[in-house]
């Protein structure tokens, strides 16, 4: 079990708007620690989306957002599109076991 | 441009040793932190090491402490990870990543290379 919780799988038609939670704990999200998301499309690398819980960076549309509160943080995606359609993860800093940590992941489907 | 190259993944026996590298240019290398991220075959992210850019600390998730060694070459704008005593489970496509800003966030990210350990 990842120490960073999302659900497994998300879905939305095009234009609806859907979000990915990321749970973590005191030692990680809830100590302060920035959350991070990567999306990543089938065959390839993943790409940072967004940094430093709700920074985006040069290029992703800001369709994309992303918020932290407590021991959570979430990934936000509005007016959805078909090349949305990807993997996504969260990741963070524990500070109990002082290493970087990526949650289980969670696939969005465009229907 | 920023651009990774990863290379030296290739099928292995278990109990083998193998280096990967990672070629880094279009961005002074000697500046960042770097680190290394496998992906078993359709599963997830997973972060195993991280050196700083001076090359002086190193960080190891706890499935690879031991076996695993990471390191760089300034001059030559090269991280690498040495893997000893492979076992299966260390099958997975590995993925060299730069650290944007020491925050733990990778903006740039190598296509990865792919590590079969198989007998």
């Known amino acids: 079990q990842s120490v960073l919780t999302q659900p497994p799988s998300v879905s939305g038609a095009p234009g609806q708007r859907v979000t990915i939670s990321c749970t973590g704990s005191?030692?990680?999200?809830?100590?302060?620690?920035?959350v991070h998301w990567y999306q990543q499309r089938p065959g390839t690398a993943p790409k940072l989306v967004i940094y430093g819980n709700s920074n985006r960076p040069s290029g992703v549309p800001d369709r994309f957002s992303g918020s932290k509160s407590g021991t959570s943080a979430s990934l936000a995606i509005t007016g959805l599109q078909a090349e949305d359609e990807a993997d996504y993860y969260c990741q963070s800093y524990d500070r109990r076991l002082s290493v970087s940590f990526f949650g289980g992941g969670t696939k969005l489907t465009v229907l | 441009e920023v651009q990774l190259v990863e290379s030296g993944g290739g099928l292995v026996q278990p109990g083998d040793s193998l280096r990967l590298s990672c070629a880094a240019s279009g961005f002074i290398f000697s500046r960042y932190e770097m680190n290394w991220v496998r992906q078993p075959p359709g599963k997830g992210l997973e972060w195993i090491s991280y050196?700083?850019?001076?090359?002086?600390?190193?960080y190891y998730a706890d499935s690879v402490k031991g076996r695993f060694t990471i390191s760089r070459d300034n001059a030559k704008n090269s991280v690498y990870l040495q893997i000893n005593s492979l076992r299966a489970e260390d099958t997975a496509v590995y993925y060299c990543?730069?650290?944007?800003?020491?925050?733990?966030?990778?903006?740039?990210w190598g296509q990865g290379t792919l590590l079969t350990v198989s007998s």
């Open positions: 050196i700083s850019s001076s090359g002086n600390t190193m």
């Open positions: 005191s030692s990680n999200i809830g100590a302060g620690h920035d």
């Open positions: 990543a730069r650290d944007q800003g020491g925050n733990w966030d990778f903006d740039s």
